[in-house]
Structures are given as structure tokens and as C-alpha cells.
């Protein structure tokens, strides 16, 4: 680098340091803004360049709410507590109690020399038994509310962790942390009944401004299916199945039991009873994943039953295959293979019979499972397929039938880990009294030593082997009892650590109520979307929980939340195995810390992240050396600016400004080179100049920034001085050509100013002789402009 940006980024982190300039008075702030960012779990690897390009996107947003007048408050924390984090302990042969200090002190030095805004002293930590004793806190809160409850249930297992995951932990049939195939356990499990919410969570995403691939993400994860159960009979007595399309219920030729449902057996004939055993025996020595890849063969067997169709009275037969899954719905379904694709594979591939019973509107090849007309559907001919639905299942609720029924896919969050790295979760089992919740003022329950924390297999957590921490006495009557050796989930540990933001050295309460109603909800909040299901369902959750316990005043967390794209290297995802992960490190080291960061805010819009490249980087250090030069080497004058100077500066401004608005700082960038590009020809540089683009480029080049702005001397920092206002008359800027088409045919085109409105591109384009001479003819209808695309009228 052509200057000393060694020496200027020490120079102004320290002045910052001192002046205690990121950090809010919370209590007397006029202002407020809550600028978060995703809590970083503090690996062994060091901070990547992924989630440094979410942090400093946030950053920018941050400072530039600063300059515009808000208080803004940018907290960070660790969530240090996890399997991520133990395995990697469990690998290396370090404790993670000696480790994870370690992991959190490299971590904090690289988010410094990053230069984020973030207030230190509030920094938390998940494994800091003040922070769990919150998390164990929350646990009694919910318990007391009946919201956690244990049970034992076929749970999804990994066998190389050797512990339980959640469903969301294993999307794929694979462990998210080790990727090895994960299997079923039945064991006892502690859980969050997250689906007493199902219906909150699902229409709370309506109002929410949040991107749309996050919402549309939670609402399948919620998965809402609105059909009807309807009754079977069968010689083992009643057998009822979801169905969303009781519609097709004339159509349903057969019938088809998951191999795991309790009648499966108990419906096989004789002759079939080996053959159906064996299926079963089959389907569970599969592993998840392998059962719902979408492609395979089907395969079943017949249980040689019959059950009765109540619409039509006639026998049908009684399957059993692996597609019909045991955890959604019934276990059971209707097939219907005249319009269901998998049930028409089906089948055709078993030779059952297909009855269709919808009708298309227009004729499809295959297999049809749209809406439609009713046929060979007895009295409900004619009807429409959605009229029918309803019509159909009233009928059969009379006769005591069907009811309807709506299904959600998502499934109680299992929260119990049998590992030692996290917080144990508050209970104690009794031999008289059952489990017990540990009392509040015994809080927290803390983690004791343990110097071999391997595994072993038992499905129990390391934590049973410790006598000392197992025994203990039962709060209620005092006898002796155990302790519950799970510890909690890592995703529950941050789905509430932004509320201990607030006031982290409170041992009183888990945050302080006063700021809580001052700064909550967040509001602004950026991330990866693979958190989309995950954290930010079960922050959803606990919002909505904690309100209703009382504890919250609001149901949803985070008022804007935006995803942040990816960042990959030469178009590949980075990863540790393909070894082209990119630390900052070097890059701060080079070129500082201003250079990265404008060059990842460069990019591309926030939302679509970007490709790392040593080229591009240079090109961004090339740009601020020049910046650093216009304004070091010039004589600085006190005059006005005018002329096109004044009006390229005004369209700077407002570009700028643009960009931060829409998290596309890759536009505000290119405008600032271009401005200095003409600044660069000039001779003198005015007061005005410097001081608008030291303002302007404060979020992405800080220190340059302060160094430049320390020039003028209005502030003390950059980030005190307020955001330069622009001024609409002069910060016109170019003009686009617009396709004029009258009912939809191109008529010609015409040039207007690149911000101009409606008004303006439809009276530009009514000028145009052409679009006049056809639009005399008849009465206007209709008017649409598409900005800085086309204008149509519809006329006729
Ligand atoms: C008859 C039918 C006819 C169906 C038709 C669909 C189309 P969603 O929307 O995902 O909730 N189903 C029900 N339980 C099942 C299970 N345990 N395993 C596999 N499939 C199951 O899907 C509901 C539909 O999926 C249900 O509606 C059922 O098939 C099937 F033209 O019933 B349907
Ligand atoms: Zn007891």
C-alpha cells in the first residue's frame, strides 16, 4: 500500500478506544437502534471470511444509522457451548474448557482489527454459568408453563457424536456436524413443544419484514396441511388416514401402512405374515436417508387384508410400502394412484387398479393432481374438486367417518444432548417424586469438571459417569435423587442471547426490563439464510413463549431481518476439507482492515454475496489509494463547490445513499470511485468535498475516513458528524431510455431522467406522436410504468 495504513487503523482504534465511541449509554439513549448480528460460535479454525462479510454488512448498516442520527448499540457475544466445538476438542485432545478461552481470545483480536462498531463491554458468553444460568432459567420458565416435557421417542441419532440431533440438525439424513448417515433411537428426550405454536409461527411470518426466502423457508418447515382423517374399515377394526384430497376419495383403489404401524402385523394374513415381517425388517435397518431419496424404486408387500372404501363400499386392498412415512399424519394413507404421482408409481408397478375421479380442464398426459371436476364420483358428479372436498367429508363426519384435520410438518424441538459440553439441563429424577425441576434459587446448575469427556456409547452423557454430580437430593422431599445428566442444545443457548445484550452483568434477571422495553425488539438483523429453519425458527419460538409467560412485551424478535449471500472462492462454497478457506488475517495484514472491508462490501448486493479474488481486493486497495492521495496532496480550499463539481457531488450523495438503503453498498462504492475519479483531475479540493466524502466512505474505509475528516475538524470522528444531505434539484443524474408500447406493442421509445416518476415517464411518452396518434382512437384504461424499463398504455 502506498500509505502508512498501519499507522493511520492503530492511530484511530485506539482514539476510539478511548473515547469509548462504540459504546451507547443504553439507559439514556434518545434514539435507539439495535443493529445485530448472527453470534458467532468461536471455532478452533478462527474467524472466516464468511462470516466476517455478514458482520461488516451489518457494520456498514450500523454506522451508516449512526451518521444519520441514530444510538445505534452493535453487541457481540460467543456461543462457545456445543458439539462443534467439542468434537473439535475430543479431535485435538484438548479440553474445551481449556480451549474454548483460547478459541474466543483469537476470535476477539481478529473482530478488532475488523474495526466492527461493536461494544465490548456488553461481549457475552455462553459458557459463562452467568449466561446459563439464564439458559436453565428459561428451561423452568417453560416447564413450569408445561411447554418442555420428556418422553421417549424414536429420535434421530448420530453414531458418530454419539448423541441425538434435532430433525433440523439432520435435514439430508446426515449429521450437519460430521456428515456421517444418521440413525433411530428410541430413547427419553427432553423437548420444546415448539408445535403448540405451529399456527402462530406460521401466520406471525405474514406481516414480518423479513427477506422472502427466510419466510418461505420457515413456512415449509412449518409445513401446514389442511385436509381430513378419514375412517377405514378393516379386520383389525378402524384404520384412519390424512388425507389433503378427500376429494379423490372414490378414486382410492388401495391402501398403503408405513412399515412401522401397529397394525402392519396385525392386518397380514397368514400366508403374508412372513413376508410383511421381513419388509418391515428391511425398511428399519435403512437409514433415513436412503429411505427419502425421492428416485428410488417403489417397493411393498401385500397384507393379503381388505379394507372397506366408505364412499364406495368396496374391498380394497391393504399395502404395506416404505414411502408412507410412520411420523407424518397416520402412517397410513389412500391411495389414490389416478392422482397421486407416487401412489400412480405404485401402482403401475404392482398392478392396481386406477380409477380417475377428477377431471382437467384441459387433458394431461399421466398422472393429473390438479383441481378439477368430479366424475365416477356417485352423487358428487359436476361439482367442483374444491366444493366436493368439503361436501364430502361434511357426509362422512355425520356418519361418524372423517373429520377434518390440518397437519403440520413441524415436529417438537428435542433439546437434550448426551454430551458434556453445555449447559445441564435443571432437573432431578425421584424414586418417590418423580422429575423434579431444580429450583430457581438454586441456579445455576453449573458444569462440573470432568477431565475425560468422551462418550461411550451408553446413550447417556458423559456426565453419568460423575457419581459426585449425579447424586444429589430431591428439592421437594428431600430424599435422595438424581440429577438429569443432559445437558441443552447449543441452538438454545442463541435463541435468546440477545436479550442478555442488554444488560449481560445483571444477577438479578435475565436482562434489565427497562432497556428491554427501550431497545426491543431488534431492529436490524442480518444472516446466513442455512440458519433460516434453525436459530431463527426457535428465536421465533422462545419470543412467543416468553411473552406469554410474561417476560416479553412483543411476539416477534427482530422488526428487519436480511439475508446475507454467500462468499465462495473461485465459484467454489469455502470448506475445510477443499482447503481454500480464506482467513482475514493476511488480508488485514497486507492491506488493513479498510481495504477488506470495502473490497467484501464491493462485491455485490448484500443479498447475493460474492466471489473472493486476490485481483479484485488489489483493484479496491488501488481505489482507496487514490482517495487517500486526492485529499493528502492537493491544497484544500475553502470555497463553494459549483458547477458540475456541485452536481456530481449531489449525485453522489445521493447514489450513496442508495445503496445503504437497499444493503447494495456495491453501488454506493462505484459511485464514490467514480467521484473520485474526477476529483482526481482537479487541481484543489474544497473544504466541502472532503468533508462529504470522508462522511460517505466512513462505513467501509473507517480510519481512512477519520483521517481524512480530521482535516475539516467539525467532529471529533467521522461517525459523530451527521450524514450529508442532498439536495433533489441537483442530484438529477442520468437519464434511461424507456420502450413505450400501447397494448402491449412496442410504439417507440423515449429518454427521461433515470429518477424520474410516473407522472413524468407517462407524459413523456404520451408526447411521442406516434403513441398520441393511436391513443386518440379510444378511451385510456389503464396506465403502468415499469421504472427505467417501459410504459404501457392500455387503451380500447
Ligand atoms: C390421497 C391423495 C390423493 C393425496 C391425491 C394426495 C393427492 P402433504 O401435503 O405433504 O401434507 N400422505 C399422508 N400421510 C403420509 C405419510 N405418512 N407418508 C407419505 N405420504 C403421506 O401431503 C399429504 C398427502 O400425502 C396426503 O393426501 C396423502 O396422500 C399423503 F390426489 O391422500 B393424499
Ligand atoms: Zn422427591
Redesign the pocket.
Known sequence: MAYDFKAIEAKWQERWEKARLHTPDLAGARNPYYNLMMFPYPSAEGLHIGNLYSFISVDCHGRYMRQKGFDVFEPIGFDAFGMHSENHALKTGQHPRVLTPKCIANFTRQLKSAALMLDWTRAVDTTDPEYYRWTQWIFLKLYEKGLAYEKEAPVTWCPACQTVLADEQAEGGVCERCETPVEKRNLRQWFFKITAYAEKLLSGLDGIDWSEITKSAQRNWI?K?E?AEVLFETPAGPLT?????PD?LFG?TYMVL?PEHPLAGKLATPEQKTAVAEYAKRAAAMSALEREKGDRKKTGVDTGALAVNPVTGQKIPIWVAD????G?????????PA??ER?HEFAKAFGLPIVEVIQPEKNVPGCY?GEGTMIHSGSYDGLSSIEARKRIVADLEKKGLAKFRV?Y?LRDWCISRQRYWGPPIPAVRCAKCGTVAVPEKDLPVRLPEMPDIRPDGSGKSPLARLQAFVKTVCPKCKGTAERETDVSDNFFDSAWYFLRYLSPADTERIFDPALAQKWLPVDHYIGGNEHAVLHLMYVRFLTMALKEIGVLHFDNPFKRFRVNGMITRDGAKMSKSKGNVVSPDEYVDKYGADVLRTYLMFMGPVADGGDFSDRSIHGVAKFLERVHRIFTEKPIVDRPVVGDARTLMHRSMKRVEEGFERLSYNVSIAQLMEWANDLADWTKITREELSVFARLLASFAPHLADELYEKVGDAKFVLQAPWPAWDPKLAVGDTVEIAVQVNGKLRGTVSIPAEADEAAAFSAARGLPKVAEVLAGAPLKKQVYVKGRLVNFVSG
Open positions: 409445513g396441511s385436509g388416514v390424512f388425507t389433503t384430497r379423490t382410492a408405513a414411502y408412507v412415512l410412520s407424518y399424519g397416520t402412517g397410513a394413507i389412500m391411495a389414490v392422482h397421486d401412489d393432481s397437519h410438518r
